[in-house]
């Protein structure tokens, strides 16, 4: 399967941002958000970083609390260690496979990362989308164990994204997947949006790397994920980034769902064993931006999608997937057609609608700037229903 509510909960659980506030200052008046985001711009990321990152969160009523230990170089290799509720976990990138172990399992898992993350260089990335996208509503100055923070609260959505509602979309973070059962995600059709119902969000923005050391969101499903004992530029010599298989422990290859972009329709159907119909707009000013193909190794699960800009934060995008096993349960039955589909809001940023036809699971996703009228007309204008 492409995901699932245990991926969704890995993905809450290492969102990987944060810091510990201490007294705060207001700043001047010429310290703008536009300011913040020229040095988030221009920001270079550092050659390293250790620390602990706690986490504290709840899902869907579930309590989820714990920390662990990380190593990040700026040339993609990482570490991390620490405890879940199925045991100590070690997870190394040396930089060229991902080794994932948990004590008591016997069973090293070790797969390509086809992402080809960084995760320092990412993480600069995403404060500056966050600043460009959200509504800063008050910038403040504080200190942690010698460092300089902005401390930043962001209340709502953007003026210039006009959507339904108050969403805060989180930095789009690389998952430390395979932790909790994850794993990392190549569908570019669903963006790492927060869960429903976020209201508040609070940063801890380091001055000097523009990188989010703490955040603190407020809603349906609060969660807090800060970084202790934070050291940059750490030297962190190569040997940290070797894995050892534990003795007695067998070694198994997790194949990795293999991702293709395309410029154009023409160039995907040349590629894909599968063909997706093509949508028509009627009410959105739609340019086709790209095409994707995912496929997995070990069976003959295959996903297409088209992806188009409509003048939005968030492109739309359609996929069709030979998969049909993971039509939500939940969301709003509604009629597409001559088929009944499922309604749902993935974020307060976004939402979709999925239906089966013909021995396939379609998709429309898109931001809530698209109301769901026109999600359901795009849908029809597939002709699948």
Not at 11 to 39: A, N, P, R
Not at 224 to 240: A, C, H, K, N, S
Request: overall charge negative; some cysteine.
């Amino acid at each position: 399967m492409f995901g699932s509510r245990r991926t969704h909960l890995a993905f809450l659980c290492l969102v990987v941002l944060c810091f510990l506030g201490g007294c705060t200052t207001i700043l001047s008046d010429d310290v703008t958000e536009s300011d913040l985001i020229d040095e988030a711009e221009n920001a270079e990321p550092p050659a390293g970083l250790s620390a602990t990152i706690e986490f504290n969160a709840t899902f869907e009523d579930e309590q989820v609390q714990y920390s662990y230990d990380v190593w990040y170089r700026n040339d993609g290799l990482s570490r991390l260690e620490g405890t879940t509720d199925a045991g100590e976990f070690v997870q190394v990138d040396d930089g060229e496979q991902i080794w994932s172990y948990t004590a008591g399992e016997e069973t090293v898992r070790v797969r390509e990362d086809p992402t080809n993350r960084i995760h320092l260089r990412d993480s600069i990335n995403a404060t500056e989308e966050l600043l460009r996208e959200r509504n800063v509503t008050e910038i403040t100055e504080t200190e942690y164990q010698g460092r300089a923070v902005y401390h930043v609260v962001i209340g709502g959505q953007a003026e210039q994204n006009d959507g339904n509602g108050n969403g805060i979309l989180p930095p789009l973070f690389p998952s430390a997947g395979g932790i909790l059962g994850g794993g990392t995600q190549t569908d570019k059709s669903t963006g790492n949006d927060t869960t429903a119902g976020t209201r508040r969000m609070e940063l801890w923005i380091d001055t000097e790397y523009m990188y989010i050391l703490r955040q603190k969101v407020e809603g349906k499903d609060p969660f807090e994920l800060r970084y202790t004992d934070v050291t940059f530029e750490p030297g962190i010599d190569d040997d940290r980034f070797e894995f050892e298989v534990p003795e007695g422990a067998t070694v198994k290859e997790v194949a990795t769902p293999q991702y293709q972009e395309f410029d154009s329709i023409a160039a995907l159907s040349k590629e894909s064993p599968v063909d997706i119909e093509e949508p028509s707009f009627e009410t959105l000013d739609a340019t086709f931006d790209s095409a994707y193909l995912i496929t997995r190794e070990e069976s003959d699960e295959v996903r297409v999608g088209l992806q188009y800009n409509v003048g939005q934060t968030t492109p739309l995008s359609v996929s069709k997937d030979t998969n049909t096993t993971e039509l939500s349960t939940e969301g709003e039955r509604v009629q597409i057609g001559g088929v009944t589909g499922v309604y749902e809001t993935v974020s307060e940023g976004s939402h979709q609608l999925t239906w089966v036809a013909d021995g396939a699971q379609y998709r429309v996703f898109a931001s809530l700037q698209t109301d769901r009228e026109t999600l359901i007309q795009i849908a029809e204008s597939m002709g699948t229903t």
